[in-house]
């Protein structure tokens, strides 16, 4: 129970119809799970937290290997091809609906295979990649943010900026200000 087993539950990551996954053995699943019990025994300060932290790794890493066992061949090979597409145009720019005709899907079977191998949408990956891209560009001082925003087919810097603000938590200049002090 509790918060994040809540979130869980609501976001389709444990199921009721499906409380056990056939796995066989994992080596990163046996590993977390030795960890979990070495923290148990020892129960050093803060082991709670650390716990409850393999706890959720456990889950994920369950998740990963049940979706990726799901996923059909023909779907994961879209899925792979549809990544390497946007990989390539970061900074061109493409639409989700070119990559689902140079993948020879529709923009629905793209939209519902994408979101189920990797719990985003095409787009909210894609824009995850461009923002990450940004990330990198900023570590250049020479570089605007006019001009990155540019570089990176964003309509204007405003658009940017606010995006940039909304997935990374501060602005385009801020988030180089922060760079440059860590340096």
């Known amino acids: 129970g509790g918060p994040h087993a809540e979130r869980l539950w609501k976001n389709g990551i444990l199921e009721a119809e499906r409380p056990v996954f056939e796995m066989g053995i994992q080596d990163d699943l046996v590993?977390?799970?030795?960890?979990?019990l070495e923290l148990c025994r020892d129960q050093s300060p803060g082991f709670q937290i650390r716990l409850?932290?393999?706890v959720l790794q456990i889950v994920a890493s369950v998740h990963a290997h049940q979706k990726y066992a799901d996923q059909d061949q023909e779907s994961a090979a879209t899925i792979a091809r549809a990544r390497q597409l946007m990989r390539r145009s970061v900074e061109s720019g493409i639409s989700v609906e070119a990559v689902a005709e140079q993948c020879g899907v529709t923009y629905t079977e793209l939209l519902r295979s994408f979101r189920d191998y990797t719990g985003l949408t095409p787009y909210q990956y894609f824009l995850q990649m461009r923002i990450h891209r940004a990330k990198e560009l900023l570590r250049d001082p020479g570089l605007q943010v006019k001009e990155i925003a540019s570089r990176l087919s964003f309509d204007n810097q405003f658009y940017f900026a606010r995006l940039f603000k909304q997935k990374a938590g501060v602005s385009p200049t801020e988030w180089r200000r922060g760079v440059r002090?860590?340096?």
Do not use: V
């Open 31 to 36: 590993q977390a799970f030795e960890a979990a």
């Open 52 to 54: 409850g932290a393999l």
């Open 181 to 183: 002090r860590a340096g």
